[in-house]
């Protein structure tokens, strides 16, 4: 089993930045690519940024492309998701997520198979 723990969310307004982190415990983590999706109220969960098992590549949504950064430190069994330039549409629950299967690097929600509770991340003035 793995235990996906997210942190780091809260309140912030227009134009601020936070950093999420998702620790992991139990079954390794570090030779699986690794995903943050969101989901807000009445909407469908969507991908918002994966990264490979060795943080070499990433791919992310195009509406944070160039705002969030996703990164990782194996040593910590932590992912991390660092968001800037925040906007009111990017008001959802965080969630972090482990894919089925080892290496790669994955978009698509299916491919997923443990998730976190998630965190709160509120844009607003």
């Known amino acids: 089993q793995v235990q996906l723990v997210e942190s780091g969310g809260g309140l912030v307004q227009p134009g601020g930045s936070l950093r999420l982190s998702c620790t992991a415990s139990?079954?390794?983590?570090?030779?699986?690519?690794m995903g943050w999706f969101r989901q807000a109220p009445g909407k469908e969960r969507e991908f918002v940024a994966a990264?490979?098992?060795?943080?070499?590549?990433?791919r992310y949504a195009d509406s944070v492309r160039g705002r969030f950064t996703i990164s990782r430190d194996n040593a910590k069994n932590t992912v991390y998701l660092e968001m800037n330039s925040l906007k009111p549409e990017d008001t959802a629950v965080y969630l972090c997520?482990?894919?089925?299967?080892?290496?790669?690097?994955?978009?698509?929600?299916?491919?997923?198979?443990?998730w976190g509770q998630g965190t709160q991340v509120t844009v607003s003035s």
């Open positions: 997520a482990r894919p089925s299967n080892s290496y790669g690097i994955w978009t698509k929600r299916v491919s997923y198979e443990y």
């Open positions: 990264i490979s098992w060795n943080g070499g590549s990433s």
């Open positions: 139990g079954r390794i983590v570090s030779t699986y690519g």
